[in-house]
């Protein structure tokens, strides 16, 4: 029997980039929280970032980037091994926010892609 992957297409380009942003939000045990954390991948819809907070998938945060003088509300949609860093965190933004990072991406990179995932 023929298995089939398909592979979801990424929405955009990642780059490798270290921006200190604000996180705030809400832990998994309800408790508020403000810290400044760091990215490792930036894209136009989103970041993959270290945090110090018990987290879960689908929890709301708002990232603040000082630099821009932007804020974005996200969901966590990724979450990775933790190091002396924190842990791993993958956020998208819920909604576009193309000059958030500061950074120009390309604008294929900016529109969701229309078709369907495709095998591999």
């Known amino acids: 029997m023929t298995e089939v992957n398909y592979e979801k297409p990424r929405r955009s380009s990642r780059m ?18 403000r810290e400044t ?3 490792i991948v930036i894209n136009a819809h989103g970041a ?12 709301l945060i708002v990232l603040a980037n000082p630099f821009t003088q ?7 949609v990724f979450l990775g091994e933790a ?10 933004f819920l909604s576009p926010a193309p000059r ?4 120009d991406f390309s604008p294929a990179d900016c529109v969701a892609p229309e078709e369907p995932a495709r095998p591999i």
Do not use: H
Not at 16 to 33: C, I
Not at 48 to 59: C, K, M, S, T
Not at 70 to 76: A, K, S, T, V
Not at 100 to 103: D, L, N, R, T, Y
């Open 100 to 103: 958030f990072w500061g950074v």
């Open 37 to 39: 954390c760091e990215t």
């Open 70 to 76: 932007e804020e974005q509300e996200c969901r966590i």
């Open 16 to 33: 490798f980039m270290r921006v200190r942003v604000m996180a705030t939000g809400k832990n998994t045990d309800g408790r508020k929280f």
């Open 48 to 59: 993959l970032l270290y945090l110090n907070q018990p987290l879960e998938n689908g929890l």
């Open 83 to 92: 190091n002396e860093k924190g842990q791993r965190v993958g956020v998208e």
